[in-house]
């Protein structure tokens, strides 16, 4: 399985990026496919996950109202619409899917299975 993210880069606070992440060498059933984040000197963090295939759409705190979590099912991808984005969105950006977690597991790292390789978005102020 292979999961290539790409769409990071520089910006400036206020402006917008899009990520984007697909996934493959096989099919995935109820899985949930998210992102996190790793700034320097910090541990990995949720961002925004959809849920089992698509039940839900689930975010951090930090980033509700600004971030758009969608995916595309026929290319088996996952995007991020990053908007509004702030100094503090600075960050190594990684997607992940996990298979049939339970939504009480979803913002926890060591319960995805298969990672992406990570890219860089930095905000300058």
Known sequence: ???????????????SLR???AASGRTFRQ?????????????REFVAAVFRSGSGTYYADSVKGRFTISTDKAKNTVYLQ????KPEDTAVYYCAVGERLILSSIQIPRFYV?????????VSS
């Open 1 to 15: 399985v292979q999961l290539q993210a790409s769409g990071g880069g520089l910006v400036q606070a206020g402006g």
């Open 19 to 21: 990520l984007s992440c």
């Open 31 to 43: 899985h949930t496919m998210a992102w996190f984040r790793q700034a320097p000197g910090k541990e």
């Open 82 to 85: 990053m908007n509004s984005l």
């Open 114 to 122: 298969y990672w992406g390789q990570g890219t860089l978005v930095t």
